[in-house]
C-alpha cells in the first residue's frame, strides 16, 4: 500500500521559514515526479512546486517563486519543500502528491488530476 506522510508544518510568523518533508512509502518515485499543493480556506486547491526525476526538472508557481525551494532524495523517497520569507497568504493545508507514470516536460505538472496519490496533508499558518 503506497502512503505519502507529509511532516513539518505549524505557525510561523510573517518573514520566518519553514520546512515540510513529504515521506513516501509502499512504491518508488524515483523515476517519476513529486510535488506539492496546498488549498486554503474557500478556495481552490493550487499548485505549488513540482520536481520531475524522470526529466530530471523542477517546477514552481509564480506565487512562489524565489522564496521556496523543492528538493528531493531518492535514497530516503523523500520530498522536501523548504519555504522562506512566509507570508499570510501561503496559509494553507500543504499536500504531497505523486505519480507513478512518466509524462513529457512540466505542464502537466501543475494540475493535480496527473497525480494518483496523495497524503493527508499538514497546515501551515502564517501570523501577520
Known amino acids: 500500500q503506497v502512503q505519502l506522510v507529509e511532516s513539518g508544518g505549524g505557525l510561523v510568523q510573517a518573514g520566518g521559514s519553514l520546512r515540510l518533508s513529504c515521506a513516501a512509502s509502499?512504491?518508488?518515485?524515483?523515476?517519476?515526479?513529486m510535488g506539492w499543493f496546498r488549498q486554503a480556506p474557500g478556495k481552490e486547491r493550487e499548485f505549488v512546486a513540482t520536481?520531475?526525476?524522470?526529466?530530471?526538472?523542477?517546477a514552481y508557481a509564480d506565487s512562489v517563486k524565489g522564496r521556496f525551494t523543492i528538493s528531493g532524495d531518492n535514497a530516503k523517497n523523500t520530498v522536501y519543500l523548504q519555504m522562506n520569507s512566509l507570508e499570510p497568504e501561503d496559509t494553507a493545508a500543504y499536500t504531497c502528491a505523486a505519480t507513478d507514470q512518466n509524462y513529457g516536460g512540466t505542464i502537466w505538472s501543475r494540475q493535480g488530476r496527473w497525480y494518483n496519490y496523495w497524503g493527508r496533508g499538514t497546515q501551515v499558518t502564517v501570523s501577520s
Open positions: 520536481i520531475i526525476w524522470s526529466g530530471r526538472s523542477i
Open positions: 509502499g512504491r518508488t518515485f524515483s523515476n517519476t515526479a
